[in-house]
């Protein structure tokens, strides 16, 4: 039996009637799909015009088509039995842009996924998809996307381009021809004739996005693409999608990895236990969080965390690898950082160094997290 691999096609509609999002059992067959719906909501923070401002080597396009955005959710919710997995969520994915679904294993990333692309029904909230209502249209939306849910799997002993001939054969219209561009475009064509058993998992995840580029997509959504790669595989496919985003197509990615979102990402929405907390460009939300982060490496950084938290003077503390992370109110001055060394040596609390640093995705998520964490969802 064969396994499947879970990509959309480009004119699967006119092939297989209501199947729309076609899980290819590589010649044998389409898992069919559900759908269903209910309400809720969350206010979009710093969307602005829903473009993405910020340092030129983060991804910015813009897409010809009509509507300004790729992905847009209205109080989605999804729940499995007492359980939210995707809990009133508003989301904005603006087109021709990277775009990060950011939070950690569990919070609700691929459930959500799958309820954007009919894997699973909605109890309740509206989406569209390209600018066209889902599930209402769903067919004429899904014609237009490519997605990859889980982790792609193939034939082990077939090539990469038999297993994409068999692709194409089941989605038909011109996928056969878009085979070769495909592989040459994810860096795949001179390793298309060796078995796919050969493949290390970040060739496997290429060769994934070759399958959904078949369809030639306006729109893809990639679930934990970076998972399982190591540093060469993680840096060829941000290479890959900084570079479909630059031609003006639309990668929306789900991931719990930080630092690779922020690299490849010029925006991210940030979800917690199935609710989006935040989203926006990332420069925006970092700035609307602080004005800079204080690592303070000290001798005690958890009872210097109680005291920087107890006096009220940062807007947020974590502790990390490298000591303590303040986390400073926008405006502030270099005095707040004498002040924190002061009261830290005041306590009796070694203090081997405080560093001032630009604040980060990940100081920034840190402190966004760690604040519901004490006082639950806002």
């Known amino acids: 039996m064969t396994t499947p691999m879970p990509c959309i096609a480009d004119d699967i509609g006119m092939q297989i009637g209501l199947i729309l999002v076609v899980i290819v059992a590589l010649g044998f067959g389409v898992t069919g799909l559900r759908r269903r719906r209910r309400s809720g909501r969350v206010v979009p923070e710093g969307l602005g015009e829903l473009g993405l401002p910020g340092p030129s080597a983060r991804p910015r396009a813009t897409m010809a088509c009509g509507g300004q955005l790729a992905v847009e959710t209205h109080a989605l919710t ?21 775009f990060g679904y950011l939070g950690p294993n569990g919070a609700g990333k691929t459930t959500l996924i799958r309820t954007l692309l009919g894997l699973t029904r ?16 769903r067919r004429r939306a899904l014609a237009r996307v490519g997605a990859i849910v889980d982790e792609p799997r193939f034939h082990p002993h077939l090539t990469g381009r038999q297993n994409l001939r068999l692709l194409a054969a089941a989605r038909g219209g011109e996928a056969r021809t878009r085979i070769e561009s495909s592989l040459t475009r994810v860096g795949l064509a001179d390793r298309a004739d060796d078995k796919v058993a050969s493949y290390s998992m970040g060739m496997r995840q290429r060769l994934g996005v070759a399958g959904c580029l078949l369809g030639d997509p306006e729109l893809l959504i990639l679930d934990e693409p970076m998972n399982g790669l190591d540093p060469a595989g993680m840096h060829e496919m941000r290479g890959m999608i900084t570079g479909l ?14 630092d690779e979102v922020e690299r490849t990402c010029g925006a991210v929405a940030i979800v917690d236990r199935g609710r989006v907390i935040r989203q926006g460009p990332i420069d925006e939300l970092i700035r609307s969080a602080a004005a800079a982060v204080v690592q303070v490496d000290c001798g005690d950084p958890a009872a210097a965390q109680r005291l920087v938290d107890a006096a009220g003077i940062a807007a947020a503390t974590a502790l990390t690898e490298a000591g303590l ?33 630009h604040a980060s995705l990940e100081d920034w998520f840190l402190s966004v997290t760690s604040q519901l964490g004490e006082r639950g969802h806002p």
């Open 122 to 137: 909605a109890d309740g909230g509206t989406m569209a998809l390209l600018g066209v209502p889902v599930p209402r249209e």
């Open 78 to 98: 999804k729940r499995f039995g007492p359980n939210v997995a995707v809990d009133d969520v508003d989301l904005l994915v603006p087109r021709g842009s990277a």
């Open 245 to 258: 985003a630059a031609e003006g197509r639309t990668v929306m990615l789900s991931s719990h990895l930080l």
């Open 325 to 357: 992370a303040v986390t400073l109110l926008r405006g502030a001055t270099r005095d707040v950082v004498a002040d924190i060394n002061k009261r830290l040596v005041a306590a009796g609390i070694s203090v081997y160094g405080l560093r001032e640093a």
